[in-house]
């Protein structure tokens, strides 16, 4: 599959996580998240652990994809290597964090900061490697 086609398939879902998140869950997650955490005991953790990192990450994914519409392949090829890594040992990060609410020796960060945290880094280090990236191929 051309690379513009698979860019095409990333951007679509990525729109449809952060649109379908967005749409159930209101002002990202604001009120109709307070109704149901009245209903569910392990809601948040859900919104922490699932929700939460979908949305930014997907959010990200689909502006770092604006960018790469762009560019060339071999830009495309090595950002996708990046994010192939990246996104499952952050959500791993992020899915270990859970047992310490408040931090710890061990893990000093509590979900929500380094769920912000991680998607930030994705979204920075991915412009960055599209900078370097595409700086390098300028000349050739």
Not at 119 to 124: P, R
Request: proline share 3%; hydrophobic share 55%; glycine share 4%.
């Amino acid at each position: 599959m051309e690379y513009r086609k698979k860019l095409g398939v990333i951007v679509i879902w990525s729109f449809l996580f952060a649109s379908f998140l967005f749409i159930v869950f209101g002002e990202p997650f604001g009120e109709q998240t307070k109704k149901w955490c009245e209903k569910l005991s392990y809601c948040g953790t859900a919104l922490e652990v699932v929700i939460m990192p979908v949305f930014l990450f997907s959010v990200a994914v689909f502006l770092i994809s604006g960018i790469l519409y762009f560019l060339r392949d071999e830009v495309f090829c090595v950002w996708l290597h990046f994010a192939k890594w990246y996104i499952p040992c952050s959500f791993m990060a992020i899915f270990l964090s859970l047992d310490s609410s408040r931090g710890d020796w061990l893990n000093p960060f509590e979900t929500e900061f380094l769920t912000w945290a991680l998607a930030t880094l994705f979204f920075f280090i991915s412009l960055i490697l599209i900078a370097v990236k595409s700086w390098k191929l300028k000349g050739k």
